[in-house]
């Protein structure tokens, strides 16, 4: 009878003790899936901002973009019309110093030539020299143009990169038949690349880049 009592302790012993175990498995598998979870939100979140990031400096860029070229286009407007007033005085220089030679014997009429020459050109070298300076403010404001040009089409290269590797798409060239990494060492970084998802890229028929390897 004794032997008997003891042994239904044992048991409820056991009992316990493996409930216990097996609670404690329970709570280590639910902090873990409580784990991930936080891990995706967070994720989610940065990848969110960065995009946002990324859509307001474009903005930011084409804007500047915008005014560069407004104001190019205004200079070259100014560059025309006094570059035909420039003409238009360099046609009347040239017909008095025609003149001039036509009439040497008659010194009154030198003078008063000589007098609208030098006059004419006064203006004529004024007017070449603000020529002069408003070409070279043409040619700068037209360089500034295309760097910035130039620099926008890199940044935007490299935000669909950005955009690409973060979801992974890979890239397709106009005139290639594989698609590739946006990383892939064979690329070209141009704004002609084409993104798209793998899947996408075989069903029309294309095949990975043996280099890369996507």
Do not use: W
Request: charged content about 25%.
């Amino acid at each position: 009878m004794r032997y008997n009592f003891l042994q239904r302790i044992n048991e409820n012993f056991r009992s316990l003790k493996n409930k216990f175990f097996n609670d404690k498995v329970n709570i280590k598998i639910v902090s873990a899936l409580i784990v991930c979870v936080f891990a995706v939100i967070l994720s989610s979140i940065g990848y969110s901002n960065s995009i946002s990031n990324l859509q307001k400096e474009n903005y930011n860029l084409t804007g500047r973009y915008d005014t560069l070229k407004e104001d190019y286009e205004n200079s070259q407007s100014m560059y025309k019309t006094l570059n035909l007033d420039y003409k238009k005085l360099n046609g009347e220089y040239k017909k008095l110093q025609a003149e001039l030679e036509n009439y040497k014997d008659q010194q009154a009429t030198i003078d008063e030539l000589n007098t609208n020459l030098t006059e004419f050109q006064e203006k004529y070298t004024s007017l070449e020299t603000t020529n002069k300076s408003l070409q070279e403010q043409l040619d700068a404001k037209k360089a500034a143009e295309e760097a910035e040009r130039q620099r926008i089409e890199q940044q935007q290269a490299q935000q669909q990169l950005e955009q690409a590797n973060s979801s992974g798409q890979v890239c397709i060239t106009p005139t290639g038949e594989c698609y590739h990494r946006p990383s892939c060492s064979t690329l070209k970084r141009s704004s002609s690349l084409t993104y798209m998802s793998i899947s996408q890229a075989q069903a029309s028929g294309y095949r990975a880049c043996k280099v890369c390897n996507p």
